[in-house]
């Protein structure tokens, strides 16, 4: 096993550390964008489990200027954590999508803040258009810039019915071009999805592994209110995992996936006051704890069964 500090997974905390010497906080930020699933381009109602603020329910006043946001997210940190640096993080519905020279102006406001060690922007793969990929190159020339893409599934039936709106070769293309740039990309991937099993979660972590990316985000399928898949949940046409379920899928999936692949979310938090189901995963510390006990228990870590189907 490799060593990764107290944790048998390639944690972002280690990962942070490794980078930056020292422990570094995410303040979250809105630039103020729309997506092009809720805007009427691609369609108006959006991914179907996507809630109205844009998987960006955490982030800061997008009547604020970027600064001004970091300022207000440090003071609320500060005041529980002996924080020094930040990754400026653009969070709510897609960062991209808006023209280059005003992401220009708010990616640089935000990546020259004496504060801020890195910049990562939360988007789609259809949004990467020539002249925001040659900003993103030149930005990450400044401090690190990393990319997070929702992929969610590589599966097209699932990806269809959740409404992801981009076919898997736009990924992988987006993962090329940001890659000859040096730019980290992370996924975003929903464990759960409707119609999905072991197999099918396991198929996607299994092409993510050859797909040269940097970083994961394994995210619970929660329901949120007014989405939706609130409505199906309702209707029966879709259920949640329990606890015990999904703690022995997270285990599956981190014995699969490559060691060098850095582990930036073990489940996610909805919003409380939309959290439909499941409840218990408004219980994050309960649920982290438990994941980490089950390693323990299971004696085993990320990777194991990766380096042994690579032999
Ligand atoms: S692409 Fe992102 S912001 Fe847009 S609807 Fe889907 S999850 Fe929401």
Redesign the pocket.
Known sequence: MQKWGEKPYRSLDFHLRELFGEKIYKVSLNGGMT????DGTLGSH??I??SAG???DFAADRTLSIREQIESQKKALQGKKPVKRYIAYFQ???NTYAPADYLEKIFTEAITHPDIAALSIGT?PDCLGPDVLELLGRLNQIKPVWVEL?LQTIHPNTARLI???YELSCFDQAVLQLRRLHIDVIVHTILGLPGEGTAQVLETISYLNRAGIQGIKLHLLHILKGTELAGLYKTGGCSVMTLEEYVDLILLCLEHLSPEITIHRLTGDGPKDLLLAPLWSSKKRTVLNTIHQELKIKSTWQGRLYLQESI
């Open positions: 997506c092009p699933n809720r959006g991914c489990f996507c844009g998987s960006g709510a519905y897609t789609r929702g409404r992801r709106g």
